[in-house]
């Protein structure tokens, strides 16, 4: 593992709070907001184009608008570059974890993680979360606050910067996957969240396909209809046990939605063909890891398109759960795909700079970072 403290804490190069961040605005939303200052719609295609595909960042550079434009775009907008305060490269995969300043003093974290034939992002939506799921490290912050738009994208367009020019990942991949699996509840910041969505599949923007983008709820069963109608991303649902009575313990959202109203929204979820709903199971040693589980697993996904996603439970300070043995999750899975049904296991990358599932912390990481805190831990499997 290597690490590096790249900013002191007080660095700052937020944008005057006079100018509106540029990456905060999906296609259509900036075409209106020329168009009503009188200028020509096709100049916000060409701001995405130089911003989103040629990485630039400033509005100078823009050769192609006319002065006066850019001088327009120079007064009212910014194009936010987030100072970096840390980045850690875990030696054992090449999953890198960057920590970002945001405006308030905050900071948030996002990871990239090279694969074989890909470079996935995973990226927050909020800083900590308000659904305090007890096997999470971030729950154990409570929410913070939501990031804007901005500051979701910026997590994006700034990793990519900061890997060069050839902006290409450890094992020699561009960004090609986002999963909204960092810190925080994507949907309970929905409307930055579907922006956000939208500024990354936009033709003008990143340009990446709905299905390369995967958004992870813990189960907002009010706004799962809605995200399936509003994009065209993977729709991933934190299900991690299959009783009420477990549920409601370790996620106490399921004293408000429970498992009947989260499958029931499940199986009315809008959802083109050939496309599946990915359910997540937090593997807790000896708690949901059984041959029952498994069985009421298959009872609770029948009918809906599924695919499940088995996550041995990563251990961080202060929990109280065990991570289960690597054998009993390869049994659960083959359990499974005996059973004709699609699974997965995710050995989550970058475990020795905790930047695996569950594990970003934000400031309470950074300070650990600071002090120097990483060390390398021990890895199950
Ligand atoms: N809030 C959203 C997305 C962020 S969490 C959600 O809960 O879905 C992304 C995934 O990490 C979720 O499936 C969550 O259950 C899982 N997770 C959280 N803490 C974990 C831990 N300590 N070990 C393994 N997975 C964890
Ligand atoms: Fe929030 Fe997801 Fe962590 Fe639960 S698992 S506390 S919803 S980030």
Redesign the pocket.
């Given at each position: 593992m290597s690490y590096q403290v790249l900013a002191p804490e007080s660095a700052n190069t937020e944008a005057p709070a006079e100018k509106h961040s540029i990456t905060g605005f999906t296609l259509e939303q900036l075409t209106e907001a020329f168009c009503k200052m009188g200028k020509e719609s096709y100049r916000a295609k060409q701001v995405f184009q130089w911003i989103y595909q040629k990485h630039a960042t400033s509005f100078s550079e823009m050769s192609n608008i006319s002065k006066d434009m850019r001088a327009y775009l120079e007064e009212n907008y910014s194009i936010p570059q987030p100072s970096l305060v840390a980045t850690q490269t875990s030696e054992e995969d090449g999953t890198q974890k960057f920590l970002f300043k945001i405006a308030g003093d905050k900071t948030v974290e996002t990871v990239l993680i090279p694969g074989t034939d890909r470079l996935t992002q995973c990226v927050s939506s909020q800083v900590g979360?308000a659904?305090a799921?007890r096997?999470?490290?971030?729950?154990d912050m409570g929410l913070v606050r939501n990031l804007e738009t901005h500051e979701i994208i910026d997590q994006v367009l700034q990793a990519s910067r900061e890997l060069g020019h050839d902006h290409k990942g450890a094992l020699g991949h561009r960004l090609s996957n986002i999963v909204?699996?960092?810190?925080?509840?994507?949907f309970h910041n929905f409307e930055a969240m579907i922006d956000a969505v939208n500024i990354l599949t936009c033709d003008f923007g990143f340009g990446l396909g709905g299905r390369r983008i995967t958004v992870?709820?813990?189960g907002l069963v009010d706004k799962i209809e809605e995200f399936g109608n509003r994009t065209n991303a993977n729709l991933?649902?934190?299900l991690?046990a299959t009783t009420d009575e477990m549920r409601s313990e370790i996620m106490p959202i399921n004293k408000k939605w429970n498992l009947t109203d989260l499958m029931e929204a499940c199986r009315n979820y809008p959802m083109a063909p050939r496309r599946r709903i990915t359910f997540?199971y937090?593997m807790l040693g000896g708690l949901n890891d059984t041959v029952d589980d498994a069985k009421r697993m298959i009872k609770l996904l029948k009918g809906v398109a599924a695919k499940i996603n088995l996550?041995?439970?990563?251990?961080?300070p202060a929990?109280p759960y065990k991570r289960p043995q690597l054998e009993t999750v390869y049994k659960m899975q083959r359990y499974f795909l005996d059973r004709g049904m699609n699974c997965t296991v995710r050995i989550?990358k970058g475990k020795d700079i905790l930047a695996?599932?569950?594990?970003l912390r934000s400031k309470e990481a950074e300070k650990h970072l600071h002090r120097h805190y990483f060390e390398k831990r021990p890895v199950v499997g």
């Open positions: 979360c659904l799921c096997f999470c490290n971030t729950g909204f699996m960092g810190m925080g509840e994507p992870s709820t813990s991933a649902i934190s991690n997540e937090v996550i041995p439970y990563n251990p961080h929990s989550s695996a599932c569950g594990q």
